[in-house]
Structures are given as C-alpha cells and as structure tokens.
C-alpha cells in the first residue's frame, strides 16, 4: 500500500502518526510525508530528518504561515501550477491521511478542507492531532467531531516512537517543555473515515 501523510506543519505528522508510520514503513508499505507549510527552512530540515529517519518520503509544498492566522483565521492554501500537478499526482495514487482540524488551528483547517475537496473524499482518511487532540479543552469538539465517524484504526504509540524527539530541534521548545514520558501519554493516534 501507498500512504501520502498531509501534515500542515513539520511536527503533526510525527505527533499524530508516529507509531503508525513506523508500523507501516516497517510492513514494507510506501509511506510519503508531505509539509504544506514547510517554507521554514529550520523546520523544513526537520520534517526531512525525521522522514529520513523512519524510512519515509518527503515532499515539502512551501508554503509559509502567517503570523497573523490565528487572528484573522485565514490561512488559505494557494499552490503554483507545478506544486499542483505534483499535489493531485501524489494525491490520486495513495490512500491520504489528512488532519482533522481539532482545536480551530487555521492552518490545520485550511489543510484538511483543500486537500479533502482536491480527493473528492475518495480513498481519504483522517488522523486526530497531538497534542490538540488530547487537551482536556478540545474534548468536547473532539467528542462531537466524532459522531458520525467510522473509527477506522486506533494505536497506542509505545516509547519507541518518542526518540525521534530529538529531530526536531527548531521546535525544541515545545519538546523542552513536554518530555518524552508525558508526549507518550498525549493519547491514541486515532484514524477515523
């Protein structure tokens, strides 16, 4: 099987999926993990290490987040002819894994609603963000979002998944301030249809 992973930003993928993506490059399936927003080069380099690292593809569209999104709740995705092709190419030939939109991040939104239209919902499926997911404010959204839903896998990540924390060291802050042993406990990663 083919997986194409859309994260928004060079962590999600990792956060959301982590185990999921280790189980199944090691079953010998083709997984690509593509950043939208990976115009950060320090982020950027990230996303292509960790990919490195866990025996995936990557693909960087290049977009870059603006800084005023959060307030404006605006983060469209506007791809040159080129990004496009290469998109609706990756898009049609695998079983795409694209953010729920949990928590109200523009970006996430903005992801998940071009990229779901872009598949006319075929073949298409949806992972649940870390931490977004897990936030004790989120529980109710993610309690409603999940009504009407098809739960089609749930994995709980062991300790093997968290280190590859140390990859991402432009977002080291965020790692800095949630070790290993408490992202470890960030809940399910939850695939749902």
């Not at 010998?28 to 990976?38: C, F, H, K, N, R």
Request: with cysteine; net charge neutral; aromatic share 12%.
């Amino acid at each position: 099987m083919s997986f194409l992973i859309v994260e928004p930003h060079a962590d999600d993928a990792f956060l959301s999926l982590g185990g999921l993506i280790e189980t199944w490059v090691k079953r010998g399936d083709a997984v690509t993990i593509m950043t939208v927003y990976s115009g950060d080069a320090g982020r950027r380099e990230d996303a292509q290490a960790y990919a490195k690292a866990v025996g995936a593809a990557w693909y960087g569209v290049g977009l870059t987040g603006t800084n005023n999104a959060r307030e404006n709740g605006a983060a469209p995705c506007v791809f040159s002819p080129d990004n496009r092709s290469v998109i609706l190419k990756m898009l049609a030939e695998s079983i795409v894994m694209l953010p729920f939109g949990i928590g109200g991040h523009p970006e996430h939104i903005a992801v998940r609603d071009y990229f779901h239209e872009a598949c006319g919902g075929a073949h298409t499926f949806f992972y649940t963000e870390q931490p977004y997911s897990s936030k004790l404010k989120n529980q109710e959204e993610l309690t409603q979002r999940l009504q009407g839903k098809t739960i089609f896998y749930v994995h709980r990540p062991g300790a093997r998944k968290y280190r590859h924390v140390k990859l991402f060291k432009h977002q080291a802050k965020f790692f800095h301030f949630n070790p290993a042993e408490e992202l470890e406990m960030k809940g399910f990663e939850l695939v749902v249809y």
